[in-house]
């Protein structure tokens, strides 16, 4: 055999459902270690190893387990001729060397398996691994003594055939005897397997042998014992077949069924569009292809997983779990890897833990209690466990988003109808309240002038009356923002200019108030909406007029700053509420809940919503002494260039010419 010393690529230890098992997986892990490679662990399953019985094969499969356990990529693969399938696998995964145990008292004609996957694949590096010559394998698992029933059934089935055929030898010929014989070792093949069907066969090769004399049979003839001979080794070769034929059915039959569940879950799954349906859906396809109780537990918003809820419809079928139970489950959502039953990590558990893996990420785990533990060794049931547990974290995920849609689909609904109600309550009242304004001021400045009271209630009646349209005027922005009935007019133009007619129009919301303008000189130009800006501007103001006291002091200024003009509106009152400051923007959110101060909420989420139109941002603060400072940052962008005085004088003349 070659040496793999000299290279480093990935090790394949190979089992055989033998005594050597061990030693190969033990072996393989050593070199992978040593090289610093990866490593894989198959099983070839067929005839041959299913010979060795369940009891061999478990003992595989834990290996199998252990050598997962211990980081090797492990696959348990199907097919008649071992060494091709070994050989295959080790193409598709790059592996250049090969571990499997040494034969012992292996048949002249027996080719050993070594040499047959050397052959299958000449570019793989063999070592052969020291092995026990038998099988150390005691207490349960040792190999159980075949069933004495099936052997039974075959000798009778023989001995009747005996007593129907061997009557017909004086009327037929030894060989047509024979075919009855064979027909029932068939039979019995397909029925009970290879052991009693070759016992069949002797029997019935017995019955021919000892039953000849007494029909006057000359048994001495050569062609009869030719055909007695070949009838044994037919009827022994038939019996083998027949009994491969049969587990190469029941195999198929047994994958049929796995597919055919795993398909009709995933139907099943496929219509539920609750979480309590997933639930169902889960633990009765478990309790029908296991026979196993089951939950899923989902987490909090914590991270946390819940305790299953009560379930009368199904509280046959729904475990009882313990606060043991919950920590191990927990583990297994936290680290995304199984825990329990058939795993490295608390294999005394009688509950398998799988995590809920999903695409987005873990939902939850599936808590899963089977009768028989070993069962979990099988790797055909284990990873039809694995694929319900998957499809069920992908139903939960695609129910957790259909909810999520309902909730988005509601709230957009109710966003719409709000802004409905909103625009068209604004638009009937503003009319009227635009006529109530007018009158009032025409109260206050009629002739003769009214009395000193009658002039307090002129001036409360206006003030009242422009607050009132204020606030129509504020829902039925943010109705058209809402809806994109805004549509911005951009014009390249100074902002002292909007700074200076904000002012102009929020004189009555500052009162006596103390307003400083900050403007330096040769800020750039700016492109912007006025009308809009200016109502930002006006919001503004008018909360400083109304969350500061009368004598209080306003500054608003204006400076450049990378690349952005920043306008900032301050006051020295009260200031923000501690953490709200972001808060403030939403709709319908104000500094004080209850309050005696008039206002619905809406300003600040107002200009937020037309600064951002204009690609900027804002923001409110507390400055470091006392008050509160809104400012908002548009971006100054590229101005077009002016015309040149001179080209422009000389274009006016020649058009006046």
Known sequence: MQSSESKTGTVLAVLRADAGDEATVAAAARL???????????????????????????????????????????????????????????????????????????????????????????????????????????????????APRPYLAATGASLATAGVALPLLPLLDVAN??????????????????GPAILATLVGFCS????????????????YAVALAVMLAVGWITARLTSDLREQAESATGREARTRALYEFARALSVALQTEQVFEITRRFLARTFDARAAILLPDDAGRLRWPGADPAGAERAPVLSVLDMAAAQWAFDHGAPAGAGTPTLPSNPYL???????????????VRVPDVAALLV????????????????????????????????????ERLRNSLLAALSHDLRTPLTSLVGLSESLTLSRPALAAAQMELANALRDEARRMSTLVANLLDMARIQSGGVKLNLEWQLVEETIG?????????????????????????????????????????????????????????????????????????????????????????????????????????????????????????????????????????????????????????????
């Open 501 to 657: 007619s904000a002012l102009r129009a929020c004189r009555w919301q500052l009162g006596g108030r103390s307003v400083d303008a900050h403007i330096p000189r040769g800020l750039p130009l700016v492109r912007f909406d006025a009308a809009l800006l200016e109502r930002v501007l006006c919001n503004l103001l008018e909360n400083a007029g109304k969350y500061t006291p009368p004598d209080a002091h306003v500054t608003i200024a204006a400076r450049a700053e990378e690349g952005m003009l920043v306008v900032a509106v301050c006051d020295d009152g009260p200031g923000l509420p501690a953490g709200r400051a972001d808060a403030l923007f939403e709709k319908f959110v104000r500094g004080r809940q209850e309050s005696s101060i008039s206002g619905v909420g809406l300003g600040l989420a107002i200009c937020r919503a037309i600064v951002e139109a204009h690609g900027g941002r804002m923001r409110a603060f507390n400055l470091p002494d006392s008050g509160a400072c809104f400012e908002l940052r548009l971006p100054l962008g590229e101005p077009p260039p002016l015309p040149d005085p001179e080209h422009h004088h000389h274009f006016t003349d020649q058009h006046e010419h």
């Open 177 to 194: 005897v024979a075919m009855l014989f064979l027909l029932t070792v068939v039979l019995v093949a397909i029925r009970l397997g290879r």
């Open 379 to 414: 790797p055909e049931r284990r990873e039809l466990l694995d694929a319900f547990a998957a499809l069920a974290a992908i139903a939960v995920e695609r129910v957790h988003y259909v909810d999520v849609a309902q909730d988005a689909v509601v709230r957009m609904e109710g």
């Open 208 to 223: 021919l042998v000892i039953a000849a004399p007494r029909r006057q049979y000359d048994v001495s003839e050569f062609k």
């Open 32 to 146: 992978a270690a040593l090289c610093g490679a990866p490593w894989h662990a198959i099983l070839v399953e067929n005839a041959h190893t299913r010979r060795r019985g369940e009891a061999a094969r478990l003992r595989t499969l834990e290996l199998l387990r252990q050598a997962h356990a211990r980081g090797a990529v492990t696959a348990v693969l199907e097919g008649r001729d071992a060494p091709a399938v070994g050989a295959a696998y080790a193409r598709r995964h790059g592996c250049t060397t090969a571990v499997l145990a040494r034969e012992h008292g292996t048949a002249w004609w027996h080719v050993p398996f070594a040499r047959r996957l050397a052959q299958a694949a000449p570019e793989l590096d063999l070592v052969d691994v020291a092995a026990p010559s038998t099988p150390s394998v005691a207490g349960p698992r040792a190999r159980a003594r075949p």
């Open 353 to 367: 833990y799988l995590p809920l893996l999903a695409p987005m990420r873990s939902r939850g785990v599936l808590a």
